[in-house]
């Protein structure tokens, strides 16, 4: 694994809406918890607070995973994919990830 010395948020590839999407995944199990997305500044505000911070793209405001329900997301690592359109975000993850009271919001099974 390559590490970056002085990570560029510019480097990211974001989408015309300016946003990337962003894969949250338990840092120890390697479990998938949630999926979100992040736009430039939101990524940096995630570097600098060690929490994950989101961009909603329905109430259009930024959200700390974990403000109101205290749920939050300790980011331990942030990677990015080869096509730099895609985040990878481990945490330690403080109670559950997801609105509905489950660990991951990948819980229900298709097949």
């Known amino acids: 694994m390559k590490k970056t010395k002085k990570f560029d948020a510019n480097l990211i590839k974001y989408d015309r809406k300016g946003l990337v999407p962003a894969v949250i995944q338990d840092y120890k199990s390697k479990e998938v918890l949630m999926l979100a997305y992040m736009n430039k500044e939101s990524l940096k505000r995630t570097l600098r607070l060690k929490k994950t911070v989101f961009w909603s793209r329905s109430r259009r405001q930024y959200w700390v995973k974990g403000a109101t329900s205290g749920n939050f997301q300790f980011v331990k690592q942030v990677r990015y994919d080869c096509d730099m359109d895609a985040l990878l975000i481990s945490v330690r993850q403080s ?17």
């Open 95 to 111: 109670g559950v990830a997801c609105h509905t009271g489950n660990r991951s919001c990948f819980y229900r099974l298709i097949k």
